[in-house]
């Protein structure tokens, strides 16, 4: 392993652009718990003055927090399923000779060049033709034909090229398809299933267009918060919202880290 | 992206003529259809479907709150004809397009930061990349906006230093702001796709590269990037294609001179009111970017064939 | 499919004590995800009316005789704006009721998607002021089809320190070219459009003509290059009046209410041409699966304590005259309203509803307008 290191070496100019890269990505996410401590309707400078306020307000709006356990359901539904779908068709498409796989594969695409009103309208009318009511399912399949790309996308280059001599090694010594596929293939494929799952849950939990026309009474929270425009009183209240967010996944994240969990999920290390 | 990655996809062993092979070929044809069956389901109902409806509405033409389901190009014949649709079209291009190739290029080493150079919690480094997408777009823009307004923090910082006399108002309400914000908002998309494939790469390649003598560039030129150019399609296709289309970002932060061909599409769902030609506008959109890709992916292909 | 495999491994005796151990896992976690789906998809009743409204309008304190009743609100379907709502309902999404403007009223009407009001069930509707009842397009030979909530003006919003006023309060404030890249307007056509032909002044009921589609063409051309942003939506442009982005735009009332409460100093004008009076009301669906609750829930809107909260907490006008008891005047002056709500309807201009093939037409040329053609 230590050989490899004058490839590893520690690259300080790659460094400081990484450090960078971070502060510009988080910069304008930080403003968000800023302004939901300042003491106005608006986000703007001067900060006129510390309050909790709008964390006491947030408090009592039932009607977000419900609209957040939405959001939460339909992104770790849409995220394992379109992640499950999508790694069975990424490993069809690279293991098996199918007719028509260029062809399958560009349907599959098809999705990311529609644009999100148009999805919406046109699956709702075929909803409501079909005499389906409008619940979380209903945006669950959207999202679902929204997020599949994404995964296959994701999950494609991961799967095609590796080394398939472990998988015919491992149904060589008789292993049944599912093991082979559990004990071989998915630990070489985690790190883009991982990914994959961050993807379609982070797209999924910030869609709204399509939650829009295939939601009934129960809104998802970014849809919330578009509507909520209407009225300024109700927007330092989702600030405060999004900061907890923000807050209660850096604590996870650390947690989870603390607790080691993530160590063991990261084939690489044991690898090289 | 299909076209390259089925290149590479069929290996010569599964090619290999043997009467064994050839028997299990079959089952193994049908084995990747089940596999596929339960997205292609999905996507027949979510995708195929409506599509077909798309298709047939962009034929139609719009009768008051009716639609005359006789089949007529009238739509497509405005399209070509009122300067506004190809100007739009021009736009999205355009605005898609650099911010697209911006968030490649930056995004790049970023993802190549950690696929090399970071050797413990890499997980953690990915989170830590998707972690601000988890705050509602939405209020991202009221950020940004704070950032880039004409009392905004850029403003008064460059006001403050004197490097300025009045505060540059082509910041927010304009085209920089928008390809800030999207490449901003799909940062996360560039990185992941090519974080997993540049993590994909074998090691040993380098190094038997480095034994030959190459240095540090000539082995990022002949092997890392050739490798990695699978996941840098996926990461252009991710961000391109749905940036084209949209529409939300030119309309909050893109002031009058940045609306996109998306929200003529959606105006022609709104407040305008003609299905049909939102439908028939959408077709047009769908084949352009199928075009562009398609050039994308020939021009792709044909450099990284003449470097390997 | 995998279980259909471990399943035939068991059988055969194939499958490894291990790997049983790791697809009992995989199952518990599919179990433990389950309950993750939607699993409060019903939580609305389905016994309760369902209103389609803007998100603000879904809390309990509109709907007080209602939640009395039935111990419950009613549903809520929430949107961001009347057209995408439209757009939505005519895809095939039932409600029991709606929450459009006046502007559009004739072309829900003509979508054919909702019925006329029976006003005998509604024990409030003596008290609903006339004036907005009696509203263009609003009463036919059919009956009521909307029955009037909340109402305001549509005016513009200025900075009184940064925007120097010369002479009277005009519509000219937001064409004037000293402040050109520092106004704002509503960008529905909706509103921009009628605040042209007051601008332009063209007679509201001469709107549908060619030469008022020339004339407003005109002075929104004219106007163009001087705006920073389009909008959509109140708070963008209160967020770009707070942090001096702009230095006027067109607002409704309760912006500037808003503003002030926040201590910027805005002023709401009362321009010399008028200023444009909007009224959104409550639509029923043709096929409203709860009407009787769906009457009950109108009522409970049109309510003088429904309206005490609306002109309280929102600073828009409600449309029953006995909700303006509880204030004094100069508490309604301040928001823009008044005693006698009728002074403010008669000095304002109301749009009078248009066909779809104007809106179309008006929102089309509107378009390439804003898009510099």
């Given at each position: 392993m230590s050989e490899l290191s004058y490839i590893k070496r520690p690259n300080r100019g790659l460094k400081i652009y990484a450090a960078a890269f971070l502060t510009v990505l988080y910069v304008p996410i930080l403003f968000i718990p800023l302004f939901s401590f300042n003491d106005s309707l608006y986000v703007k400078f001067p900060l006129s003055g510390f309050t909790f306020q709008w964390y006491i307000e947030l408090w009592e709006r039932s009607a977000v927090w419900d609209s957040l356990g939405n959001s939460m359901r339909v992104g770790v539904a849409v995220s394992i399923i379109s992640t499950i779908l999508g790694t069975l068709a990424a490993r069809a498409i690279t293991r098996s000779r199918l007719p028509g796989q260029n062809a399958i594969v560009a349907f599959v695409m098809l999705p990311l060049v529609i644009p999100g009103i148009i999805f919406g309208v046109s699956l709702l009318i075929l909803l409501s033709r079909l005499g389906v009511s409008l619940s979380l399912y209903t945006v669950t399949l959207g999202h679902l034909v929204v997020c599949l790309p994404f995964a296959v996308a994701t999950l494609l280059p991961r799967f095609e090229g590796f080394d398939k001599s472990m998988e015919e090694a491992s149904a060589d010594l008789g292993e049944n398809g599912w093991f082979t596929f559990w004990r071989v293939t998915f630990p070489l494929v985690l790190p883009g299933v991982i990914a994959s799952l961050l993807l379609t849950f982070t797209i999924s939990f910030d869609e709204f267009i399509m939650a829009f026309f295939l939601t009934g009474t129960d809104a998802t929270l970014p849809m919330f918060i578009w509507t909520q425009l209407r009225f300024p009183q109700n927007f330092p209240s989702v600030l405060a919202l999004a900061s907890i967010i923000l807050l209660v996944s850096f604590l996870l994240v650390f947690v989870a880290l603390w607790v080691g969990r993530l160590g063991l999920i990261e084939p690489e290390e044991s690898q090289s | 992206m299909a076209d390259v990655q089925m290149s590479s996809a069929p290996s010569a062993r599964s090619q290999r003529p043997s009467g064994l092979r050839s028997m299990l070929y079959k089952s193994e044809t049908a084995r990747g259809y089940l596999l596929l069956s339960p997205a292609l389901l999905v996507m027949v109902v979510g995708m195929l479907i409506p599509f077909t409806i798309l298709i047939a509405m962009s034929f139609w033409t719009r009768d008051g709150?009716?639609?005359?389901?006789?089949?007529?190009?009238a739509n497509y014949q405005t399209a070509m004809d009122v300067p506004i649709y190809n100007a739009f079209l021009a736009r999205s291009f355009w605005i898609s397009g650099i911010t697209t190739v911006a968030t490649v290029l930056l995004c790049y080493p970023m993802a190549y930061y950690v696929a090399f150079h970071v050797h413990r919690n890499k997980m953690l480094w990915i989170i830590l990349m998707t972690l601000p997408f988890w705050t509602s777009y939405l209020l991202r823009v009221f950020s940004w906006k704070v950032i880039l307004g004409y009392e905004g923090v850029i403003n008064s910082g460059l006001l403050g230093l004197g490097l300025i006399d009045a505060p540059l108002e082509f910041l927010l309400y304009s085209q920089t702001a928008v390809i800030i914000t999207l490449a901003h908002a799909w940062a996360a998309f560039a990185i992941l796709p090519m974080y997993v494939s540049l993590e994909k790469i074998d090691r040993s390649l380098l190094e038997a590269a480095a034994d030959l003598g190459d240095g540090p560039a000539r082995r990022f030129f002949r092997i890392t990037l050739p490798l990695s150019i699978p996941g840098v399609i996926s990461a252009t296709f991710l961000i391109f294609i749905p940036t084209t289309g949209d529409y939300i970002t030119p309309a909050l932060v893109g002031g009058p001179n940045s609306p996109m061909i998306g929200n003529l599409i959606q105006l022609q769902f709104g407040a305008v009111n003609n299905w049909p030609m939102g439908a028939a506008l959408s077709v047009i959109l769908t084949l352009w970017i199928a075009a562009v890709g398609l050039v994308f992916l020939f021009v792709t292909r044909k450099s990284q064939e003449s470097v390997v | 499919m995998d279980v259909v495999d471990n399943l035939n491994a068991v059988r055969n005796g194939e499958l490894s004590r291990r790997a049983f151990t790791r697809s009992l896992l995989a199952a518990g976690v599919g179990l433990m995800t389950a309950p993750l789906l939607p699993r409060r998809a019903m939580a609305s009743n389905p016994d309760e009316a369902t209103i389609f409204t803007w998100g603000g309008y879904d809390i309990a304190d509109f709907y007080p005789s209602y939640i009395e009743k039935n111990g419950v609100p009613p549903n809520f379907s929430i949107f961001g704006g009347t057209e995408e709502a439209l757009t939505k309902m005519r895809g095939g999404f039932v409600v029991d009721a709606a929450h459009p403007c006046n502007a559009g009223l004739k072309r829900w009407k003509q979508s054919g998607l909702f019925q006329p009001i029976d006003?005998?069930?509604?024990?409030n509707w003596g008290d609903v002021m006339p004036e907005l009842v009696n509203m263009a397009e609003n009463v036919d030979d059919q009956g009521t089809w909307m029955a009037p909530f909340d109402w305001g003006g549509t005016s513009i919003t200025y900075r009184t320190d940064l925007f120097e006023l010369e002479g009277e309060e005009s519509w000219d404030m937001l064409w004037d070219q000293r402040y050109g890249g520092r106004l704002g307007s509503l960008g529905s056509g909706g509103d921009a459009w009628w605040c042209g032909a007051i601008k332009a002044g063209v007679p509201f009921k001469d709107i549908a003509t060619d030469d008022a589609f020339e004339r407003i063409s005109a002075v929104m051309r004219e106007q163009r290059p001087l705006i920073r942003l389009y909008s959509d939506d109140t708070t963008t442009l209160e967020q770009a009046l707070a942090s001096g982005e702009m230095v006027a735009a067109m607002t409704w009332n309760s912006s500037a209410v808003a503003l002030q409460y926040d201590e910027v100093p805005v002023k709401f004008a009362k321009p010399k041409e008028g200023q444009l009076t909007w009224v959104c009301g409550i639509m029923l669906h043709k096929d409203a699966p709860n009407v009787d609750k769906a009457y009950e829930m109108i009522d409970a809107m049109l309510s003088p304590a429904a309206g005490q909260f609306m002109i309280g907490e929102y600073g828009y006008g409600h449309s029953n005259a006995r909700a303006f008891d509880e204030f004094d005047d100069e508490t309604l002056v301040g928001l823009g309203l008044s005693k006698n709500p009728a002074d403010i309807l008669g000095a304002g201009h109301f749009m009078i509803p248009q066909d779809q093939n104007w809106e179309s037409r008006m929102n089309e040329t509107f378009e390439m307008i804003k898009a510099g053609f």
């Open positions: - | 709150f009716d639609f005359d389901t006789t089949m007529s190009m | 006003t005998s069930r509604l024990s």
